[in-house]
Structures are given as structure tokens and as C-alpha cells.
């Protein structure tokens, strides 16, 4: 059976209804960043700005670490241009999930 996509592990963290797919969701993004370099932040940050459920929001955001800056692409082999772009994507989605966090909805 093959793995879910990085599209239908978003949705589950997004909707499901059961907490432990939620954050196995979560998990999974990750490591497929990880192990596989699929990126999933772009996507699930913009559509964690529209969900409603701060609270989903917030556990999301904390499960997956959107909040924090750290490059996770690889840099050998990389100009100090391509590093310099890379760090500057990673601290964008970081500061709209911390504003994110510190907003809840009303």
C-alpha cells in the first residue's frame, strides 16, 4: 500500500477528527522532509491561515515545529546565495505561524 501523498497527510492533520492521526500526519510530513526532501511548509502554512480552529492551528503549527526558523535543507553544495534563500523561507513561514499562534481567531 503506498504511503499518502503530502496533500492527503495536510488534510488529515487539518480535519481528522481522531488525535492520533492528527499528529501521526504531522510525523509523517517530517520525516518524508527529512528522508525524502518533500516540502509540505508553504502549503500547510497557507492553509492552516485559513482554518478556522485556533486550537487545531496551534497544535499543528507545534507538532510539525512551523514555528521554528531552523534550515532544514541540506547546504553542501550549496552557494551562499542559495543558503542565504533557504534560511530566508524557512524564518518566513516560522514568523506566520508564531503570528499565527499568538492570534486566535474570534
Known sequence: ???PTTDKLIELALHSDNEDEVFAACLTLI???QNRNQEFRSSLIN???NLESFNRQ???IE???LDSALNRQDILGKTVTQIELSAKY???IADRAKRLKSQPKS
Open 1 to 3: 500500500m503506498p504511503l
Open 31 to 33: 520525516n518524508n522532509e
Open 47 to 49: 492553509k492552516l491561515e
Open 58 to 60: 496551534k497544535k499543528i
Open 63 to 65: 507538532f510539525t515545529g
Open 90 to 92: 524557512y524564518k518566513q
